[in-house]
């Protein structure tokens, strides 16, 4: 089964500040797709940005950016001009195609946004 | 607004009890899948279906059953319930073509006392 790991369990910024937050995967396949979710303490889950694999271009949503590495197996989230309503668990998963429509979740990272 | 409906949004119960939790898809959306999340876990896949068939099975338990009716809302069964059974249980859709992201509902959180 593929696997998705986070390593980060929790990670901080100061407001106004960048961080990435790191994901990496385990697929033999050749055609899937990443994704990056949001939980805040509502326990909403929230798409942030999807991320194609058989796109070179790394996906962007307004101050959401990933930086994606095939080869490498790393699919990692930028977010820019952090703010308080970005504080939140994210999750980082993986579809494949032949794998039915199963979605692969990480363990998920705790951002902490800092005043 | 996912578009996506739970209902319940919280559940409480006692051991070995039965209760049925209940999802709308989003409107076009003919995928379902059921999701748990215990206290500060992950989220463990459960049971996916696809216009009223089962398509893909995770982690789900025996006392655990599912359901997608033909007007594609789904229902998840959960019987002889235990205390691990509290949990915040998600349901999400999509249309299962293309890019197929998958969105969530509320979720359900459940309590067994």
């Known amino acids: 089964a593929q696997t998705v790991t986070q390593s980060q369990p929790e990670m901080s910024v100061q407001e106004a500040e960048t961080v990435t937050l790191s994901c990496t995967y385990d697929?033999?396949?050749?055609?899937?797709?990443l994704f990056w979710y949001k939980q805040p303490p509502s326990r909403q889950m929230i798409l942030v940005i999807r991320?194609?694999?058989?796109?070179?271009q790394n996906a962007t949503e307004n101050r959401f950016s990933v930086n994606f590495q095939k080869a490498a197996k790393s699919f990692s989230l930028k977010i820019s001009d952090s703010q308080l309503g970005d504080a939140a668990m994210y999750f980082c998963?993986?579809?494949?195609?032949?794998?039915?429509?199963?979605?692969?979740f990480g363990t998920g990272t705790s951002l902490t946004v800092i005043p | 607004d996912s578009g996506v409906t739970q209902t319940p949004k919280h559940l409480i119960t006692a051991t070995g009890q039965r209760v049925t939790l209940r999802c709308s898809p989003r409107?076009?959306?003919?995928?379902v899948y059921w999701y748990q999340q215990s206290l500060d876990q992950g989220l463990q896949f459960l049971i996916q279906?696809?216009?009223?068939?089962?398509?893909a099975k995770g982690n789900i338990l025996e006392r655990f059953s599912a359901q997608q009716f033909p007007d594609l809302h789904s229902e998840l069964n959960l019987s002889s319930l235990e205390l691990g059974d509290s949990a915040l249980y998600f349901c999400?859709?999509?249309?299962?073509?293309?890019?197929?992201?998958?969105?969530f509902g509320p979720g359900t959180r459940l309590t067994v006392l």
């Open positions: 999400a859709s999509s249309v299962y073509r293309g890019t197929d992201t998958q969105y």
């Open positions: 697929t033999s396949e050749s055609d899937y797709y």
């Open positions: 991320q194609e694999a058989y796109k070179q």
């Open positions: 998963a993986y579809r494949g195609s032949n794998t039915g429509n199963q979605f692969y």
């Open positions: 409107s076009g959306d003919l995928s």
């Open positions: 279906y696809y216009n009223g068939e089962e398509r």
